[in-house]
């Protein structure tokens, strides 16, 4: 079984301080995502990374960055916390497909609630 | 612009009944759809996925129906049961180069009613 892990369950913080969210997955996948999620807006892309050292832009990038140093580990960083930033944190995992057909399944961890004063 | 949508914010289903969850999208790149459930507090589970070559694809309980010229999905869960009260997200991906994103819907929230 694909298992992904994040550092917490809940995190309170207060505005201004540097958030790190971690997340780690054992199945040897290419690929990692940080998502958040908010009632009535569904799953937002953050970042991702399809490899060590590499990350892409989802769609809200903006207050975050994000660090893969280790194939397995893949952190999202909150460099100044603001209370916008109070949500759901969901990272996930894929495995990069073969034979031109992407397995484009992700395995999510069980997320991090975040809380911003 | 949202490429996936779920409507219908909200459904309640009898128990032993069929749920009907739809999904349309509008980007026609798209060729791999798949559904997640979300529980309260945990991160979504993979339920069921379609690839566009399909317009059936059945797990179970669960069966997800493509059709392409509408560009609409919809996943059905017969019978419904109490533990599928969730909220499932539907999302859709293509396998153009460079492309490992998924897109998501906002979701429905499934009740089933004992």
């Known amino acids: 079984d694909v298992k992904v892990t994040q550092s917490s369950r809940y995190l309170v913080k207060r505005t201004g301080e540097k958030v790190f969210l971690e997340c780690v997955q054992d199945?040897?996948?290419?690929?990692m995502f940080w998502y958040r999620q908010d009632p009535g807006l569904g799953l937002r892309l953050i970042y991702f990374?399809?490899?060590?050292?590499?990350?892409e832009k989802g769609d809200i990038p903006e207050g975050y960055s994000v660090s893969r140093e280790k194939k397995e580990r893949f952190s999202l960083i909150l460099e100044s916390a603001s209370t916008n930033q109070t949500s759901m944190y969901l990272c996930?995992?894929?495995?990069?497909?073969?034979?031109?057909?992407?397995?484009?399944?992700?395995?999510f961890g069980p997320g991090t609630r975040l809380t911003v004063l | 612009d949202q490429q996936v949508k779920q409507n219908s914010p909200s459904l309640s289903v009898q128990e032993g009944r069929i749920s009907i969850l739809n999904c349309d999208y509008t980007?026609?790149?798209?060729?791999?759809f798949l559904w997640y459930k979300k529980y309260p507090a945990e991160g979504p589970t993979f339920l069921i996925s379609?690839?566009?070559?399909?317009d059936k694809n059945e797990d179970g309980r669960f069966t997800v129906f493509l059709n392409k010229s509408a560009k609409h999905l919809s996943l059905h869960i017969v019978p419904s049961q109490p533990g599928d009260s969730a909220v499932y997200f539907c999302a859709a991906s293509y396998s153009g180069a460079g492309s490992y994103q998924l897109t998501f819907g906002k979701g429905t929230k499934l009740s089933v009613i004992p």
């Open positions: 379609i690839s566009s070559i399909k």
């Open positions: 199945m040897d996948h290419e690929n």
């Open positions: 996930a995992s894929s495995l990069e497909g073969t034979s031109g057909y992407f397995t484009d399944t992700q395995y």
């Open positions: 990374s399809y490899d060590v050292k590499m990350k």
């Open positions: 980007n026609s790149m798209f060729d791999y």
